[in-house]
């Protein structure tokens, strides 16, 4: 961009990177139409920080989808596992786009996709990025994939716990695609429980509540839901409050995507009137801000400013 907005000090910041430069340079790359930045940025991960290395490629995947990046990749270095990885993954991506634009992909080109998935999974065979991959791409598909399930098999088996992954299987079960709001909410409850003391799936159904409620608010209307009660039932209020202690309270490390999820937990504690905790959790984002789900309640910039202040009041008192 040739400009940018000037902003206050305590305007929040949007980085779809979350902080990791690298992967900034490397989009710019791949924007550009050059392999070599990913290529570098693949190469440079640490052994097995899954989380990162998915959230690298799906970033550069969105970055790459109207070029010839990988493709040109695959054909200086054809025997390069990232390279196929990558490729995958901007197909996915790329059916994506089309449905976006109104027109479901045709199932041979939805089918053709997966088959390149499957590929990339052995090319990488210990790698859990090609099944997510799937995963993502198995919500195109009239009435979900049959073989959704083995592909959630292999990729748990690969990393049980793996971010990315669990936010792909939340979106396939929510009533947008091929569940209901129960089956999102039981799955997010569930992979949260299960999930070590610590880990960012801890938030699951702080994601599934909101997805429900931009369904439902597009569906009936915003005016029909009254947003304070939808986060402030015992069930909500008990989900928040073990987010705090299984998450928060055991978090020693940044994740790759925690500024998405700190978002998403700022969000439900601030409309179920829980704005000490809130207050916590705006002072680990220190202005670092997502559209979604701020968007779901309003207009993002002003929602989080307006609820970072108030949040902020009531934890200095």
């Not at 570098?40 to 989380?51: I, Q, R």
């Not at 959630?152 to 971010?163: F, G, I, N, V």
Request: charged letters at 25%; one cysteine or more.
């Amino acid at each position: 961009m040739a400009w940018r907005r000037r902003r206050s000090a305590a305007a929040p910041h949007y980085d779809p990177a979350f902080g990791d430069k690298a992967l900034s340079e490397a989009c710019q790359d791949a924007a550009a139409g050059r392999w070599q930045g990913p290529r570098d940025l693949l190469a440079a991960g640490g052994p097995h920080d899954w989380d990162r290395r998915s959230h690298r490629i799906r970033l550069l995947a969105n970055a790459a989808a109207d070029r010839r990046v990988a493709e040109a990749w695959q054909s200086a270095e054809p025997h390069s596992p990232d390279a196929v990885v990558l490729r995958a993954d901007i197909e996915v991506m790329r059916m994506f786009a089309v449905a976006r634009r109104g027109t479901m992909p045709a199932v041979n080109r939805l089918d053709w996709t997966a088959r390149i998935c499957l590929h990339a999974s052995e090319a990488a065979p210990d790698d859990p990025h090609p099944w997510v991959s799937l995963v993502t791409l198995a919500r195109l598909y009239e009435g979900g994939h049959a073989e959704t399930g083995r592909w959630w098999q292999e990729l748990c088996a690969r990393d049980p716990y793996h971010r990315e992954a669990h936010h792909q299987g939340l979106r396939y079960v929510s009533a947008r695609w091929h569940g209901s709001h129960g089956r999102a909410s039981t799955f997010a409850r569930e992979r949260a429980a299960a999930a070590p003391l610590g880990s960012p799936l801890a938030v699951l159904p702080q994601v599934a509540r909101a997805e429900q409620y931009r369904h439902r608010a597009e569906h009936e209307g915003p005016g029909s839901l009254d947003l304070l009660h939808h986060w402030s039932g015992d069930a909500e209020l008990w989900d928040l409050r073990t987010t705090m202690e299984r998450w928060i309270g055991f978090r020693t490390a940044s994740g790759a995507q925690d500024v998405a999820d700190l978002n998403h937990l700022a969000h439900a504690l601030v409309h179920a009137d829980l704005l000490t905790e809130a207050a916590a959790v705006f002072e680990l984002l220190d202005g670092r801000a997502t559209r979604v789900p701020w968007s779901y309640t309003g207009d993002p910039e002003q929602q989080y400013t307006r609820w970072r202040t108030r949040a902020g009041a009531a934890g200095t008192r």
